[in-house]
């Protein structure tokens, strides 16, 4: 049977004028909405006690598993205002299925899709107000569904207590420059994930371990890094938290294709089709890092983008690393192709397009 997931309201929620206030100039990750979901699964007994509170902290014994082995996976989705005031989200069957997927590698039990949606539903619609408005650019609330294993044992196997739960925060552009290329800094010193790791999985671990290269990138005046294979250190990755595609001069669209070190990007699979319907010829290949470096000189690559359910389509412009650097192909405010794609993207989320896919999901 669905889970179900009862409202207690929140006793403090924040008033009108303090939410208008906040969707203002929500930035990225920094403000939360009034309630959370929280469900509860148990060895045994399966998945129970769903249920919508008020956004507070939790308690956790200091002993519980997620706090020392890392047991922990979560999913990143949106829910847009569109024109007649309705909300909705972007292919969340997508995200119900790789989080799933992601439990299998962390040894987490799956959720059912209907729970995952179920769940989005559910707290969307009693935080519905803090959808902003539609037209107001490039705002939304952003969906954070996580699950951890919340059982107090120190001993080194799948937990048998685990949380599920979705928070939602009020967004704007992921970087606060907007359209402005960002910087990548090559990280030939660590890689974000190997062979057999967990690399597809969308797991804090991967980031965590993303984090030391991006101090590295962020020394050298760089806002990203870009990851090599970690075996030859030879074929393009991803940034850690975006998957990355290069425009050749050709028509061709390329993105390093899944090795199960890289993470199986929605927005990435959603460009790959949309491409095609924008005349392009897109290919999932294994990608040098030589290729980047040569590309950009010769001008057989003539744009390359970053994407991610946070950043959207974001322009990259200059490659650095230890003793070097590849020159931007982006101009201000990124090409033509890559900005072709965002604008695609964002009229099917926001509703400004025919959704010929039937990608959008009503939350409310
Ligand atoms: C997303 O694009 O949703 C991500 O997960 C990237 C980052 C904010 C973790």
């Known amino acids: 049977m669905a889970l179900s997931f009862p409202v207690t309201p929140a006793a403090h929620p924040r008033s009108d004028s303090e939410r208008a206030q906040i969707l203002v100039n929500p930035g990225f990750g920094t403000n939360f909405t009034d309630h959370m979901l929280v469900a509860t699964w148990t060895d045994g007994q399966g998945w129970n006690d769903g249920k919508v509170v008020e956004y507070g902290p939790i308690t956790l014994m200091p002993s519980a598993a997620v706090l020392h082995y890392a047991q922990e996976i979560f999913e990143g989705l949106k829910a847009y205002r569109h024109e007649d005031g309705s909300v909705w989200s972007f292919r969340p069957e997508a995200n119900a299925q790789r989080l799933n997927r992601s439990a299998t590698r962390l040894a987490l039990p799956q959720l059912p899709e209907e729970d995952f949606i179920g769940s989005l539903r559910a707290l969307v619609e009693v935080d519905q107000a803090w959808v902003p408005g539609f037209g107001e650019g490039e705002k ?20 048998k207590t685990v949380t599920y739960s979705v928070i939602a925060s009020p967004a704007g552009a992921y ?32 980031y965590a ?10 020394e050298h005046g760089c806002d990203q890094v870009v990851f090599l294979d970690s075996s030859t250190q030879t074929y393009i990755e991803e940034l850690g938290g975006m998957n990355l595609f290069f425009v050749m001069k050709d028509g061709r669209i390329l993105t390093p294709q899944l090795t199960g070190s890289i993470l199986e990007g929605v927005t ?97």
């Open 175 to 206: 970087f606060s420059g907007g359209l402005k290329p960002v910087t990548l800094w090559l990280s030939t010193r660590y890689a974000r994930a190997g062979a057999g790791g967990t690399g597809a999985a969308k797991c804090g671990g991967n």
């Open 140 to 159: 939304s609330l952003y969906l954070r569904p996580f699950m951890y294993a919340s059982e107090a044992f120190l001993g080194v196997r799948p937990a």
């Open 209 to 218: 371990s993303s984090l030391a290269g991006q101090l590295e990138g962020m």
């Open 268 to 364: 990435r699979a959603s460009i790959l089709e949309l491409s095609k319907e924008l005349g392009l010829d897109p290919r999932e290949e294994s990608i040098e890092i030589e290729q980047w470096k040569d590309g950009v000189r010769s001008g057989e690559i003539v744009e390359i983008f970053a994407c991610g359910t946070a950043a959207v389509v974001t322009p990259v412009g200059e490659l650095r690393w230890d003793g070097g650097s590849a020159p931007s192909t982006a101009g201000e405010n990124g090409g033509e192709v890559t900005n072709s794609i965002r604008e695609r993207l964002l009229d099917i989320q926001y509703g400004r397009a025919e959704d010929a896919h039937g990608w959008m999901t009503r939350l409310v």
